[in-house]
């Protein structure tokens, strides 16, 4: 198994609209093949910063099946305007 890991910093003042597209694009991981689980979590002390935790079977689930994959593109337009900086996504074993 293979964790995904993603420090989201949302433009200020724009988390309630984030977390509302967020509800909609979990559909869209949640359906990939080897996806496992995820979790949202909001920093307690940084207002409009979160972490993601996808977890994958493996890392070519994560990087070649949903980021090459149509859904991906509809996840982008959902979610990606919401990122100031872009984040780094990191995997973890």
Excluded at 8 to 30: P, T, V, W
Excluded at 70 to 90: G, M, R
Aim: aromatic share 12%.
């Amino acid at each position: 198994m293979i964790l995904e890991v993603a420090v989201l910093n949302i433009k200020k003042g724009l988390s309630k609209d984030f977390e509302k597209s967020f509800h909609e694009a979990q559909r869209i991981i949640s359906s990939m093949k080897g996806y496992i689980s995820h979790e949202l979590k909001s920093c307690i002390e940084q207002q409009d910063k979160y972490l993601l935790l996808v977890n994958w079977e493996t890392i070519e689930d994560h990087e070649e099946g949903f980021r090459k994959s149509e859904a991906y593109q509809e996840w982008k337009k959902l979610l990606h305007h919401f990122y100031e900086p872009f984040p780094t996504v990191e995997h973890y074993k």
